[in-house]
């Protein structure tokens, strides 16, 4: 990667800059940055396991698992080892290289419960896929003992803004979700973290998150940007619309500002065309989630399936990615700046 430059002192006005740049040249210039980095072609197709669904203490507000709120979602117990193994063996058999598993705790806890996730971890990790798991707050000890198991990858969002954060969650402070991540940060478990677009944010609250992300050192390998599934119920359920735009805009300061990281195009696909998603593939976005059963965690939110994913990756020219592949290392493309080279000639 040594042809590409990273930077992790940006400031929001820099950001911003990039952020609001016209349309068109920010997608090129984001297109460019992408395919210094990555293989243009290849998407990571993922899949999203909920092992333990409902009854969360916190109380987000755009969740459809949170026990504050009556969404009509129904608190399960933790799925066995064999159901979980079974689910991720068909998702391999589809084209998915990256298993996450996600349980609606607010912290983990030292107990059977905890045990029996480092044991789905090792029955996944057999399988040959990048395992993820997103399980709410843990320290560093939990952290090592989920990268013994052969954890690859951690997920924790940090959902918007340091700004905005306390208009969406009072449970969680934005510092402690800050400290997950330096925990996971102690070992050799690669980060996955991002955000939520359609949570009432501003343009700047977009970009302090952004701002976040960007000037962590090093930054996230893995970037999700989720689109707000408004559930009914929630307190976010009256949301506005977030226009595909925005999204792309979204997409392509986090790749330009981020050239190494996966930018994961989460939930909420289901409200974008196939052409939205050709659009935001074209600005850095390599990595979709898909399903057997067309839902993200719960019923409350939906996503494409194998069969729709397939086929929209053949029309587009597209091929799934393989587990633990590396960044490219590429020259420009024609000549152009790309990594911190092109975010400056933006600047110029």
């Known amino acids: 990667m040594s042809n590409i430059s990273i930077r992790f002192d940006w400031t929001r006005d820099e950001l911003r800059a990039i952020h609001d740049l016209p349309l068109l040249e920010l997608v090129h210039r984001a297109a460019t940055v992408h395919r210094a980095g990555h293989d243009p072609r290849e998407v990571q197709v993922c899949r999203l396991i909920s092992?333990?669904?409902?009854?969360?203490?916190?109380?987000?507000?755009?969740c459809s698992q949170s026990a504050h709120y009556e969404t009509?979602?129904?608190?399960?117990?933790?799925?066995?080892?064999?159901?979980?193994?079974?689910?991720?063996?068909?998702?391999?058999?589809?084209?998915?290289?990256?298993?996450?598993?996600?349980?609606?705790?607010?912290?983990v806890r030292d107990d059977d419960q905890f045990e029996a996730v480092l044991d789905m971890v090792r029955g996944v990790n057999a399988l040959g896929v990048e395992v993820c798991c997103t399980?709410?707050?843990?320290?560093?000890?939990?952290?090592?003992?989920?990268?013994?198991?052969?954890?690859?990858?951690?997920?924790?969002?940090?959902?918007?803004?340091?700004?905005?954060?306390?208009?969406?969650?009072?449970?969680?402070?934005?510092?402690?979700?800050?400290?997950?991540?330096?925990?996971?940060?102690?070992?050799?478990?690669?980060?996955?973290?991002?955000?939520?677009?359609?949570?009432?944010?501003?343009?700047?609250?977009?970009?302090g998150l952004l701002h976040t992300l960007a000037t962590m050192q090093p930054h996230p390998e893995s970037v999700p940007v989720n689109?707000?599934?408004?559930?009914?119920?929630?307190?976010?359920?009256?949301?506005?619309?977030?226009?595909?735009?925005?999204?792309?805009?979204?997409?392509?300061?986090?790749?330009?500002?981020?050239?190494?990281?996966?930018?994961?195009?989460?939930?909420?696909?289901?409200?974008?065309?196939?052409?939205?998603?050709?659009?935001?593939?074209?600005?850095?976005?390599?990595?979709?989630?898909s399903?057997?059963?067309?839902?993200?965690l719960t019923e409350a939110s939906p996503t494409n399936d194998y069969a729709e994913d397939t086929r929209l990756l053949a029309t587009l020219g597209l091929y799934p990615r393989v587990p633990f592949k590396a960044p490219a290392s590429k020259e420009p493309v024609d000549g152009e700046p790309f990594g911190c080279a092109a975010a400056a000639a933006t600047l110029g």
């Open 72 to 107: 009509g979602i129904a608190s399960q117990p933790l799925l066995d080892r064999a159901t979980v193994v079974a689910i991720a063996e068909r998702a391999k058999a589809n084209g998915v290289s990256r298993i996450c598993m996600g349980a609606a705790w607010r912290n």
């Open 227 to 289: 689109i707000l599934t408004r559930v009914p119920g929630t307190p976010l359920e009256s949301q506005a619309d977030v226009s595909v735009w925005e999204t792309v805009r979204v997409i392509a300061t986090a790749r330009i500002a981020m050239p190494r990281s996966i930018i994961r195009l989460s939930a909420g696909r289901t409200q974008l065309s196939e052409e939205a998603q050709a659009m935001c593939f074209l600005a850095g976005a390599n990595s979709i989630f």
């Open 291 to 296: 399903s057997d059963a067309k839902i993200m």
């Open 135 to 207: 399980l709410g707050m843990l320290t560093e000890a939990q952290a090592r003992r989920l990268e013994a198991a052969g954890l690859h990858a951690y997920n924790h969002n940090l959902d918007t803004s340091r700004e905005h954060y306390g208009q969406i969650t009072t449970t969680r402070a934005y510092d402690d979700r800050l400290e997950t991540l330096a925990n996971v940060r102690k070992t050799n478990v690669t980060l996955c973290t991002g955000g939520i677009l359609g949570l009432g944010e501003s343009v700047a609250d977009r970009i």
């Open 51 to 62: 092992i333990k669904t409902g009854g969360c203490p916190e109380d987000c507000g755009y």
